[in-house]
């Protein structure tokens, strides 16, 4: 198995409605299964501490869900909408 390429992402986060927003970053490594792990989710100017545990995500039918729950939310949206945009040609 080789080792996929890891990569930082960025995205805004809206809570409520775009009432309430937060730049954000992640780390992204996709597994041969289709299944993206996402780690060290973080401020766009914090290189470290971690705000959210690390999730997993993958796209089901356009949509990115997490794997554990088999759910979409605005997160796995915006998180999943910056790692389409990696894939696109020209990025």
């Known amino acids: 198995m080789t080792k996929e390429k890891c990569y930082t992402v ?8 775009h009432s309430l ?9 996709l597994a041969n ?7 060290n989710i ?8 971690s705000l959210l545990p690390p999730i997993r995500l993958r796209k089901l039918e356009g949509r990115w869900i997490f794997v554990d729950m088999e759910n979409p939310s605005r ?3 915006a998180i999943g909408e910056a790692i389409d945009s990696q ?5």
């Open 33 to 39: 299964s289709g299944v993206y792990m996402v780690t």
């Open 10 to 17: 960025s995205f805004t986060f809206d809570v409520h409605d």
């Open 75 to 77: 997160l796995s949206a």
């Open 87 to 91: 894939h696109q040609p020209g990025s």
């Open 21 to 29: 927003q937060f730049p954000l970053k992640a780390d992204v490594q």
């Open 42 to 49: 973080r401020g766009q100017h914090q290189e470290e501490g």
